[in-house]
């Protein structure tokens, strides 16, 4: 049985595949189908817009748009579909990803992007997948267990206190 993929995470440039890959994990986690592009908002702009346009009839339900520096290619994505994007912005450069941060953060009005933190790329995988659970209860169930399991895992850390002879508050 062959698979479309729901999520497209389409990167600026190849440096930036290191920066990503915690998105692979979390879908590998997640078991959520994915295709991956390299394609610049201005040094390839046509094939970004093929691929925005194309994206929906492959059955991509959510983009998320990585990049650095100036970080246009989640806008210019935004631009082109009518699904969600979610705005990856990079470290690199001289302010170390501020400027991609703020870039992916001003869009023009009726062109929305998500956006994460600076190199978040484990949120934006989470949040890729809690648009997806909107329709999937198997992936907000899974969210959910997620979200106790690390619940479970703050509270153990709350025994380093403890062995430290701190005075810890109990709920």
Sequence with gaps: METHPLVGVI?????????????????????????????????????VKKYAESASERGVKVLIGAAGLAAALPGALSALVDIPVIGLP???GP??????????????????????GIDSARNAALLAIRILGLTDPRLREELGRMRERSANEVAEKSKVLRDKGLPVWEP
Excluded: Q, Y
């Design 11 to 47: 990167m600026g440039s190849a440096s930036d595949l290191d920066k990503v890959r915690a998105v692979f994990e979390m879908f590998d986690l997640f078991k959520v189908p994915f295709e991956t592009a390299i394609v610049s908002a201005h040094r390839t702009p046509e094939l």
């Design 95 to 116: 302010v170390n990803g501020v400027d991609a941060l703020l870039s992916v953060t001003d869009m023009p009005p009726g062109i929305p992007v998500a956006a994460v």
């Design 90 to 92: 990079l470290s690199g």
